[in-house]
């Protein structure tokens, strides 16, 4: 049975006798913190110990007054790791278990009381006092009377009204008073916290280092006037407005109070690197709607010092083939967007999916428009030439459109790639008269929404809908482009790209042709739970129509599960689908990356 030697709290000494042989090493296999319930709280004393600080190679050779000392130093750590939770009459018993050449540490604690606080004084003398803004963190500012004195609290409250002056310009603030008096016969503390805040800065000129473009283009980015009351947000704005622009590879904004007299005009310092100026891109790509493909892309950062922008890209795919190039220009006018004049050619081929078959088209199309961010808000106006070749069974038609769109997309997430809690909308609303050229007058609206909420640690649901509708006299001659469609990757899973809508006999190819049609309802309900950090699986339920009238309408349902990948690049998703239409179809394959709002 192993040997237990108590060794009181206050020392813990070894005798050699004189002329004896010393005592041998021994074995440290653990030592065990006992009488503390709170987690944190246990984590810090462990983590404190020194017994527990020693190597592996210590703790099997750990001579006898190595040992001595550091169980006598064990009680006096415990001690302090326990007064930043307000535990300043805490009693340790440390017990050595003995078993051979092996030892045993537990350490037995007795928090006792915490102290509570039982008095706060907190203020601000000076130009300060006046600003709204320091009067939440100032009331708030913990721990309050009757709470636990946790330091943890005391210093976070200190730090975020110290941040909060430095964001408001108060750059000669000072913490004249901190003192907390701690009276352990009675378990209280009295605070006591006093700030003298100097007077405010404002807002200077902005310096621009670092660039190749001409004056007065990045200047339009900055939302002061020098002489404005200093506040951080404005320096963070221009800073997220930079980056945006990717013309740098570098960007740090910063004030400059030390170039400045007191409560004067801070300068700030804008210190950009360039990035590279042109960037190719060139990779395989496969999706399910359209086939295996290779994608070449190339991006001219700047054209020239006016901040110009030039792109190209060409997705070359088995059943889907694209070229698209785009010229932009800045547009910091009211809101920071760009206007931009886009050419893009765009060929789709007839796909064959079971009894069914899409129609083959080929359009190409100019857009001249204008977009702008407010908020998590992107806005777009705009004006679309377009000319599409299609073909219904045999029939080959051409249409001309002109018409102008409306566009807006929302999102808010707390994570943008991965979110746990965010919801994302979009609408579109576009018109093509005839007075303005159009061979076929129509109106469309279109409007589509995400939800995803976590739960637990591992689980989110999804949810996405979208509903569209046309209005036309003449929508036989509507383009198949303009027409909708349910099916694919990210409408009904379980059936293939197009495959869902209004249909006509193709005697030719002895199929049904998907023609599409004039109204849109889709929805989704999707459970999804990781299994590691990176890999997960899904279920789902989608269901949608794309149909001419009411009296159409016939939703078809798919279901299915699927495998997710957090990939560096963004979520990877593969799903395996099945509609409940037609329970002889085959299961479909899709594969899909991208975020989730």
Avoid at 130 to 145: F, G, H, I, Y
Avoid at 284 to 309: E, I, P, Q
Avoid at 416 to 439: H, I, M, T
Avoid at 520 to 535: D, G, Q
């Amino acid at each position: 049975m192993p040997s237990l030697r108590r060794i009181p709290a206050a020392a813990a000494v070894l005798f050699f006798a004189a002329g004896a042989t010393p005592a041998s090493a021994v074995e440290l296999v653990g030592v065990d913190v006992r009488g503390i319930d709170d987690a944190t709280e246990r984590d810090n004393v462990v983590n404190s110990l020194s017994l527990n600080k020693l190597d592996e190679a210590r703790r099997r050779d750990l001579r006898p007054g190595r040992l001595a000392y550091l169980l006598r130093v064990a009680p006096e750590e415990v001690r302090t790791a326990l007064e930043p939770y307000g535990y300043y009459d805490t009693e340790v018993e440390i017990d050595e278990q003995r078993s051979g050449d092996e030892v045993r540490v537990v350490v037995t604690v007795d928090q006792g009381e915490p102290v509570t606080v039982t008095r706060r004084i907190a203020r601000i003398n000076g130009e300060a006092t006046e600003d709204p803004a320091l009067a939440p963190p100032l009331v708030n500012l913990e721990p309050r009377p009757g709470d636990v004195l946790d330091h943890r609290r005391y210093e976070a409250g200190k730090t975020r009204i110290n941040r909060v002056m430095n964001e408001r310009g108060y750059f000669d603030h000072r913490l004249v008073t901190h003192q907390v008096l701690v009276t352990r016969a009675s378990h209280s503390a009295d605070i006591e916290l006093v700030w003298e805040s100097g007077q405010r800065y404002e807002m200077g000129a902005a310096e621009f280092n670092g660039h190749v473009f001409r004056p007065g283009l990045l200047e339009q980015l900055v939302t002061w006037e020098p002489g404005d009351p200093y506040l951080q947000r404005h320096l963070l704005t221009l800073n997220s407005a930079l980056v945006d622009l990717d013309y740098f590879g570098f960007v740090d904004v910063q004030p400059a109070p030390e170039r400045a007299e007191p409560g004067g005009q801070v300068p700030i310092v804008v210190d950009l690197t360039m990035a590279k100026r042109t960037a190719y891109s060139a990779g395989l790509s496969y999706g399910t709607d359209s086939g295996a493909g290779v994608r070449l892309g190339m991006n001219r950062r700047y054209v020239n010092d006016r901040g110009h922008k030039l792109e190209a890209e060409a997705d070359i795919a088995q059943y889907r083939r694209s070229i698209a190039t785009s010229y932009r220009i800045p547009a910091f006018a009211w809101v920071n967007g760009w206007w931009t004049l886009a050419a893009n050619l765009r060929e789709e081929e007839d796909v064959t999916t079971g009894d069914t078959v899409t129609i083959p088209f080929r359009t190409f199309e100019i857009i001249g428009s204008r977009n702008g961010r407010i908020g998590n808000w992107n806005l777009v106006a705009s004006m679309h030439l377009q000319r599409e070749r299609f073909e219904i069974v045999d029939d080959v038609r051409f249409a001309n459109l002109f018409y102008p769109e409306l566009s807006a997309q929302y999102a808010r997430a707390d994570d943008r790639l991965y979110p746990r809690n965010g919801f994302g909308f979009s609408a579109d609303v576009r018109s093509g008269p005839e007075f303005l050229g159009s061979d076929v007058a129509f109106s469309q609206l279109e409007v589509g929404a995400n939800w995803v909420r976590g739960f637990g640690e591992r689980n989110r649901v999804l949810v996405r809908g979208r509903i569209g509708t046309t209005t036309s006299d003449d929508f036989d001659n509507l383009p198949p482009s303009m027409r909708f469609y349910a099916g694919g990757d990210r409408s009904v899973r379980g059936y293939a790209y197009r495959e869902i809508g209004p249909r006509v006999y193709d005697p030719e190819r002895e199929r049904d042709l998907v023609i599409g049609g004039k109204h849109l309802a889709v929805a989704s309900v999707e459970y999804e739970r990781m299994i590691t950090e990176s890999w997960g699986g899904a279920v789902f339920v989608d269901a949608g129509d794309a149909f001419n009238s009411r009296d159409d309408f016939d939703a078809k349902v798919g279901v299915g599960f699927g495998v997710r990948w957090r990939s560096p690049v963004g979520p990877v998703r593969v799903d395996i689908g099945h509609g409940l239409d037609d329970p002889e179809s085959a299961f479909q394959l899709h594969i899909n990356i991208g975020t989730d709002l």
